[in-house]
């Protein structure tokens, strides 16, 4: 019932803000729905905790700890990018960047966009997946088209085209994995892409197909992860479309995407006893960290660069996933939540300071703290946290996959160390070049909301001095179940 | 003259690494029929990947759609399975008569008719796409041995259908082209889930339907943007966006 709940408010908001989103008060109407969808998650999260994974709906739906967790998180960054998005689209509104009917578009979309990521969470369906990622594309695709400007069109087509061919592959690997399931479970309709029930007979299912479809998988929605080299669309996509889209771009879309991986990795290599699949995205994994921090140099675009950051960092989380392990799990879970919440308070920072610059570079973009202390030490403590210092959740997640790596893995440490030594350094970097400085910056249309950069980063921190015992053993368990 | 050719030889060369194909005269005639669609599927993707006008490529997916429908319809005669008629009605429906009529009406409201691409060297897009055709042959062969006799062979097939439209959006310049492209490739998939699996489960194949149809949808109004933008469909102008 709460789960129905939890996928009916974004649904039901998507279709009332398609009517009234241009209206003033929609901002606070998207914040609203926003809000109701995080508290039924919270209810259904602390429901799932209290009392283990359910199936409802004639098994369609399954929420256990793994995926709670991703509604949990993903509910609660749409809150706050909601909240963010109020002052910020209305100062876009002000510039002329956006009509009255686009700004209805956007607030539609951004709730149909909630609504198709949290279907993906819980759907136990895996071709359901694949139309709910789907879906996630074609409303992002919207989205990063919003202001309809050569780059932003370009942007837009480019990740469509990319990501409908990488998500065909991954339909091509669903039609396998089904193709394998009716040889084991009969011809049992839709019942034999089920999840659970694959779970159940892994090990039965055929691994010359299974194999052959977990390329696919991978392949496809690891184009919708960003990892190298399938991450072209990403910076583009982060770059043109309005920020509360970047942001929800990198803390969450991403997060899904590598939550649809993980589903076929567990029933991969349940079917193959084989080392190859994690050996895979260890690949992707470490290539993405390379190539991620490598680029993050000659970025000149502050949204591209914190996009490149991005695709590192999924590469880090891919490769802790790759390893395996209670520990590799633990800290990836714990990554993916640090970088979640971190990136998406950057990109509130970055997207208020390029306002305020009137320009997403970054050498216009100069001595926010001196114009805006609020930002500017914002920005300053994002970068710190996201390049991975202590004491934030970030460093404590880096550190417990580096030591992981060093034990299962020695030959990866040089280049992970490698990877973040160089997103650091360029992390760093450009960072202080935009917090300190002599300021050319100037005033708003609107007071920025910075509550929801404040809350993530505090978020942040209290994450890596400590992690409330509930939540450490709610991730023990979810590491659990993804094995590995 | 040499692209004829090749066009003749390239299900000859399906025909020949398809296990099971032997044995053709013992095998009923759905069976038959159904192999006869899979070859002629095969044979439109190569016709595609050489048209050069956008109103024909429409045509083209139109027929593709309704050889699907035919093939979808084999298979479910074969196998008695009362769904896959439902499937077939839906692919009818949306491949064979919404789509193209959309693709039409856009195409004509963009006054873009009589549109066509330079595509210098066909011979050798054939080519690469006859090496495709054998490559994914060679990588459906240890899947296609669990397949049932009616449908054994045609995974290939299916699965160089996907690769051929993929070879096609890359080459084209024409936006429209490119999303004939994308569809034709969605073709590929669906015949890849009726041949290997008698199909998807119904839930799945309505949302991969309105997936697809929203999609077109919005590219629709891609194109008008873009032209207005770019002041052609070419997207050749789209260049500004670069890897660095």
New interface residues.
Partial sequence: MELLIVLAIPLLGAAVLAFVGQRGFAPQVNLAFSAATFAAASVLTARVIAQGPMRVFAEQFFIDPFNVFFVALTAFVGMTTAAFSQPYMRIEQDRGRLTAARLRLYHSMYQAFMFTMLLALTTN?M??L??AM??AT?TT??LV?LY????S??????Y??LC??GI??A??G???L??AA??VLG?A??N??LWTRLDAVKGRL?P??IG?AFVFLLVGYGTKVGLAPLH?WLP?AHA?GPTPVSAVLSGLLLNVALYAVMRSKVLVEGSLHAFWPAQMLMAFGLVSVLVGAF?LW??KDVKRMFAYSSIEHMGIITFAFGMGGPVANFAALLHMTGHALTKSAIFYTTGHASQKAHSQRIEDIQGLREQSPALGWGLMIGVLAIAGMPPFSVFASEFLILTTAMQQQPWATPILLLGLGVAFGALFLRGQGMVFGRSSLRELSHAPNMAPVFVHLALVLLLGLWIPQFLVSWWHTAAAMIGG | MSALALFASAPAAAVSSAPGLHALPALPLSTQLIHLIAALLLLLSFAMLAQRRVVNLVNLFAAQGALLVASTVAVAYSTGDAELYQSAALTLLLKVIVLPLVLHRLIRRLHAEWDTETLVNIPTLQIIGIVLVIFSFVLAQPISRFAGEATRGTLGIALALVLLAFLMMIVRRKAVAQVVGFLAMENGLLFAATSATQGMPMVVEMGIGLDVLVGVFILGIFFFQIREQFDSLDLQHMETLKED
């Fill in positions: 369906n071709g359901i694949w139309v789907e879906a074609l695709v919207l088209s309809r400007t050569k780059a069109l370009e942007a837009a087509w480019k469509f085209i409908g061919v065909a592959l339909l091509f669903t039609v396998l089904y193709f009716e040889r011809h309709g839709m034999a892409l055929e010359g197909i052959i072209s583009d043109e680029l000659r970025q």
